[in-house]
């Protein structure tokens, strides 16, 4: 019997976790580790040899790493903020933020659209993240 710290074999264990398993136990994750690492050294080497316009996600697999349980709820935490925080704005700053920051519309294409001056949706825009900044 071998005692193992879980914390080396899952990323997602933030502190020491020692078990006792099975030998055998202990050298297939040993292996497995082996693997991955060794699986990860060889696309980072040779992704040149992989097209990147394939769609297929090789480059995705090659170049980054899968975000792990607390990251995923971190940013979806963000995320619910950030909704929050653009809902609590009016209509019209909610609007022009959104079309402007989230969209990519320039500011002169938003005051065109809405028939008003350009300074007046930049201050809206400027006032709208502040608010924002406040609430988040």
């Not at 976790?17 to 055998?24: A, G, K, L, M, N």
């Not at 040149?48 to 394939?54: I, M, N």
């Not at 825009?125 to 900044?133: A, S, T």
């Amino acid at each position: 019997m071998q005692t193992i710290n879980l914390r080396n074999f899952y990323p997602f264990y933030t502190h020491d976790f020692f078990i006792e398993v099975s030998d055998e136990v202990a050298e297939e994750l040993r292996s497995n580790i082996r693997y991955e690492w060794n699986y990860q050294r060889k696309l980072t080497r040779h992704k040149a040899q992989y097209s990147l316009d394939c769609d297929d996600g090789i480059e995705f697999s090659a170049c980054l790493h899968e975000p792990t349980p607390e990251e995923l709820l971190e940013r979806k935490e963000r995320f619910l903020r950030l909704w929050n925080a653009l809902n609590s704005l009016p209509e019209i700053q909610g609007r022009r933020i959104d079309a402007h920051i989230i969209l990519g519309k320039s500011i002169k294409e938003i005051a065109q659209v809405e028939g008003v001056h350009e300074e007046s949706v930049r201050q809206s825009i400027k006032r709208g993240l502040e608010r924002m900044k406040k609430t988040y």
